[in-house]
């Protein structure tokens, strides 16, 4: 997958990031713990001198001698203690995550005072705390449900605090990208352009704490894996198999897990789903975990006297809905197909094959389902199964974006060809 077209270093202050500093020094001291000079040696900020959007006009434009985020200090930002006490926040509440946290939660408890946090990783969580709190509490679930399944898994102390410090750490980099086109926002509605700011966040995430931190490289290799694919569906590289680190396949089940619990449907159940929905993308020990917790979470859930139980759709209802799935599928691959046939270009060619790629990967996920076959369906599974359509659906219609991505800037004839796929990955009702 190409990467959009965009430089991506610290020698200038990047904009989005710069802003939510600024916004986060409203309510918290942030100061510079050193002079500030440009590249030509003019000093733009004294150290410990208060941050203000004096700063950001001083900044517009300005290569720097340093990158700004190592010029800065958080005074009364996050620490380990009140990272304690986020995460025994979380623990505290119910949510869908506490049938995979509780079992592991004093083990993580007793890790999280233990996690260092560099000056750099320091600011920036401590400005996404102030001024996108959001991002914040996605971190912490992030930290505490990759510990959770390295304990669970039986990983020592060391792995186990990697495994936290990447949860923490995976999504900095989407504070290099326009807030619009944040993941909470979600990466389930962002339309193929905006979709092009997104997928660039683990890259920048990474490079930003190989470059500008202490961290060892595992973590921030694995930062930059947390949206791969074991089948190389993913982004931003597409990396397949051996090339995802282990770390990095940890952080993709957990991110895809936090994903799902951020949807309309927030329950482990729907997370398993996604996980299992096509055979191959995820390490499969890890998504035994997910799927364990949700068996619990079932259990638990049945045997609530005080839940109301909401009326499922009948097998009719989801056998004609699978229906017009599976012609979905069909009539995408047979224009897919079509189409590569006549096409020369090699950006659209690229497209295309990315595009039938994908559509293969749904089409083994269909057929593993068992849903082609309308017996399948009965009264006792429904929930389930409309489950699995509803997330071969959204992987139909975001096959769009990655195909749009891939192909970048067309000629009008070739855009008109792409056309023609996309209109075919949208044409289904849901």
Known sequence: M??????????????????????????????????????????????????????????????????????LLAEDGVTAQSLLWCTEAL??????????????????LREVPCLPLHAVAQLLLTAGQASRPDSFDHAVQGMALAGALMAAQGGSSVELRLAMLGG?????????????????????????????????????????????????????????????????????????????????RLLAVTEATLGVLRGETPALAQASIALRVVPGEFELSWVGRIEAAAQTERASQALDPAREACPAPSAVDVQLRLAR?????????????????????????????????????????????????????????VTEVEAVED?????????????????????????DRLDLLCDSLRAVPR
């Open 168 to 248: 923490l750490l995976h999504d900095l980099g989407e504070m290099y990208i326009d807030p619009r086109y944040g993941e909470a926002d979600a990466d389930r509605r962002l339309d193929a352009q905006s979709y092009a700011h997104l997928v660039v966040h683990p890259h920048v995430g990474s490079l930003l704490l190989a470059q500008l931190t202490d961290y060892p490289a595992t973590v921030s290799r694995a930062v930059a894996e947390h949206h791969e694919r074991l089948d190389g569906s993913g982004y931003p590289h597409a990396l397949k198999r051996d090339a995802v680190s282990p770390l990095g």
């Open 91 to 108: 623990l505290a509440r119910p949510t869908p995550l506490s049938a995979l946290l509780m079992p592991q939660a004093s083990r993580i």
């Open 391 to 415: 997330e071969l659906f959204y992987r139909l219609h975001a096959i769009e974006r990655a195909a749009r991505l891939c192909a970048g800037d067309l000629s009008p004839a070739d855009a």
């Open 2 to 71: 190409n990467l959009p077209a965009r430089r991506i270093d610290f020698a200038t202050a990047n904009p989005h990031a710069l802003a939510t500093i600024l916004e986060a020094s409203q309510t918290k001291s942030i100061i510079a713990s050193r002079d500030i000079f440009d590249i030509s040696g003019t000093k733009l900020w004294a150290r410990d001198q208060p941050v203000s959007h004096a700063l950001q006009r001083k900044l517009l434009d300005r290569q720097l001698r340093s990158p700004l985020e190592a010029c």
């Open 325 to 381: 799935l599976d012609g979905a599928l069909r009539a995408a691959q047979y224009r897919a197909d079509a189409l590569a046939a006549g096409v020369e270009t090699p950006a659209l060619c690229a497209a295309i094959e990315l595009a039938q790629f994908l559509l293969g990967r749904l089409r083994t996920g269909w057929y593993a389902s068992g849903l082609w076959n309308a017996e399948a369906v009965d009264e006792q599974n």
